[in-house]
């Protein structure tokens, strides 16, 4: 039989791959180790295999499993915590959190930029572009906002995650809540970080031609809710999510058919069935911008569709000429 070509690229290159060498077959064995020979070798290659799957994934990744395989033999115990929202800050520390971070910090290189400008305590309006057919981007923010000052962002989700199944369990226990004025005025009361992504589906489906081009930002529910509650809107720029998934069409017969707002058809998804659906690792950078407070509008304006307009329209144009900054200064997409 010939031999195992070695791996070539760039994995040979950082995993340092070798050949291994391999024994001459003792020419009389004793019957007592051929007997357990089969035993051995599957042994050895759980272990090699083992070995490399550590390797390809990290030694983080790895830890974050065996952290969530811990965590849920000590959920099988009794009752957990949760808020009204159903939220559950130990499942999302101990096991949400650390099981995204590798793809955070090695997959997209997120580069985070004005991470002094996020408030270290007291509510927060945080309002951001959206992009990549995936609503991965409010994953990233909320892990990068953790790691950054220990905060756990309280995101508001579209309909359809609360409708999807499995999808709304996770999005309940992870901090997301629905996108309504009601949900959002009482987090913020509650002093909590909130994130909102006011292009909606507009912005997650929008093809790759008109990518970092902001979509409406709806009628501005978002800047009443921070009047009422009388908290800063914090401006979020983020670079990178639009190349993960580039949506070349969106299927609109296939897209009603299935109930979705859009299929996406990108150069690699469906074609190349489940593979298709790995994001591409583009490089990713979010700004942090600065607070735009709002203490200074009487929350009775919150009903005052001028003064909204304004506010609404001072935050899409501070993320759209960030963004248009960050893509010219930023090297390559990937």
Request: proline letters at 10%; hydrophobic letters at 40%; one cysteine or more.
């Amino acid at each position: 039989m010939d031999a195992e070509p070695e791996p070539t690229g760039p994995d040979a290159e950082i995993y340092d791959f070798a050949p291994r060498p391999r024994s001459k077959p003792d020419p009389d064995p004793d019957p007592d180790d051929r007997a357990d020979e089969p035993a051995g070798s599957l042994l050895d290659g759980l272990r090699r295999t083992a070995a490399g799957l550590a390797q390809w994934a990290g030694a983080e990744w790895v830890a974050a499993v065996e952290q969530a395989a811990e965590f849920a033999r000590s959920r099988l115990h009794g009752d957990y915590p949760t808020d009204q929202f159903g939220f559950d800050p130990e499942f999302t520390t101990k096991v949400y959190l650390p099981l995204l971070r590798p793809l955070v910090r090695h997959w997209f290189r997120v580069e985070v930029r004005g991470a002094d400008r996020l408030p270290a305590d007291g509510a927060a309006l945080l309002v951001s572009n959206h992009a990549g057919a995936l609503p991965l981007d409010g994953m990233v923010l909320q892990s990068v906002v953790y790691d950054e000052i220990g905060r756990h962002v309280r995101s508001l989700g579209a309909d359809l995650i609360f409708a999807t199944p499995y999808s709304h369990d996770l999005a309940r226990k992870t901090g997301t809540t629905l996108a309504c004025a009601e949900d959002a005025e009482r987090l913020l009361d509650a002093g909590e970080l909130v994130a909102v992504f006011p292009e909606g589906f507009k912005g997650l489906g929008k093809l790759y031609t008109d990518r970092y081009r902001l979509q409406r930002f709806g009628r501005g529910g978002f800047v009443s809710a921070a009047v009422r509650a009388q908290v800063p809107i914090v401006p979020i720029s983020i670079v990178g999510s639009e190349e993960i998934y580039p949506i070349l069409g969106k299927a609109p017969v296939l897209a009603r058919a299935l109930g979705l707002p859009y299929f996406p058809l990108t150069p690699t998804f469906p074609w190349f069935g489940p593979l298709g659906a790995i994001p591409l690792p583009s490089k990713w950078i979010i700004e942090i911008g600065t607070p735009i407070p709002t203490d200074q509008i009487a929350p009775a304006a919150a009903d005052d569709p001028t003064v909204i307009f304004n506010v609404t329209d001072q935050v899409r144009e501070t993320i759209q000429q960030t963004l248009h900054a960050l893509l010219v200064r930023r090297p390559g997409i990937f």
